[in-house]
């Protein structure tokens, strides 16, 4: 079975572009998450869905930040515009708050 | 703001040798999890504990759950080069906030 998916692997960007993180949950989850993960900070809860309806998203940094879930089996994470701050890496993952599996994430730089 | 405290942040030791980990938290916890991340890759699941005192074991690894639930350990028996990752714990509070200790970075020496 194919794990949580997540595109691109790898994005680098200039300050103030727009950037669009992308996740393919595991098929039958009814949870996914979004995380960011830094040295400083560690791994930090951004949004969860649940059934595709946001139930928290108080870890969003800012209103820079936004996060669909149009269907079962995709959700994006947007950072409009984006800054030299937001470099990260970006972890989708799904199942339930007990028991979450992660994707490979997305190494986000702006320069 | 609930926090969950790893220790210690840094460890390395020997090949053969045997090592406990820390998670601790002032904030009672519905479950705890742990989770191993090795470079490139997101966390791996290791083990969810619910019940206070509770202990499970995974072939070398043991993890225990604090009585009052609001701290873990993970004790590993002869660490072999394999183990060498970045361990984080992760509680699911009762108001439904899930947070991540910042995690212990282990490495196994051959």
């Known amino acids: 079975d194919a794990g949580v998916i997540q595109s691109p692997r790898h994005e680098v960007t200039e300050m103030g572009q727009e950037v669009t993180l992308r996740c393919k949950p595991i098929?039958?989850?009814?949870?996914l998450f979004w995380y960011r993960q830094t040295m400083m900070r560690g791994l930090e809860l951004l949004i969860y869905?649940?059934?595709?309806?946001?139930?928290?998203d108080s870890g969003m940094p800012e209103d820079r930040f936004s996060a669909k879930m149009p269907n079962a089996s995709f959700s994006t994470l947007k950072i409009q515009p984006s800054e030299p701050r937001d470099s990260a890496v970006y972890f989708c993952?799904?199942?339930?708050?007990?028991?979450?599996?992660f994707g490979p994430g997305t190494r986000l730089t702006v320069t | 703001t609930q926090l969950l405290e790893q220790s210690p942040q840094f460890l390395s030791i020997q090949e053969g040798e045997n090592l406990t980990v820390y998670c601790n938290s002032s904030?009672?916890?519905?479950?705890l999890q742990w989770y191993r991340q090795e470079p490139g890759e997101g966390p791996v699941l290791l083990v969810t504990?619910?019940?206070?005192?509770e202990v499970k074991k995974l072939k070398r690894l043991t993890f225990q759950f604090g009585d009052a639930r609001k701290d873990s350990s993970l004790h590993i028996t002869a660490a072999q080069p394999g183990d060498t990752g970045l361990y984080l714990c992760?509680?699911?509070?009762?108001?439904?906030?899930?947070?991540f200790g910042k995690g212990t970075r282990l490495h196994i020496l051959p």
């Open positions: 504990v619910v019940t206070g005192g």
């Open positions: 098929s039958g989850h009814n949870s």
């Open positions: 993952a799904s199942g339930a708050f007990y028991e979450q599996y």
């Open positions: 904030s009672v916890f519905s479950s």
């Open positions: 869905f649940n059934n595709n309806v946001p139930i928290d």
């Open positions: 992760a509680g699911e509070s009762r108001d439904d906030k899930i947070i």
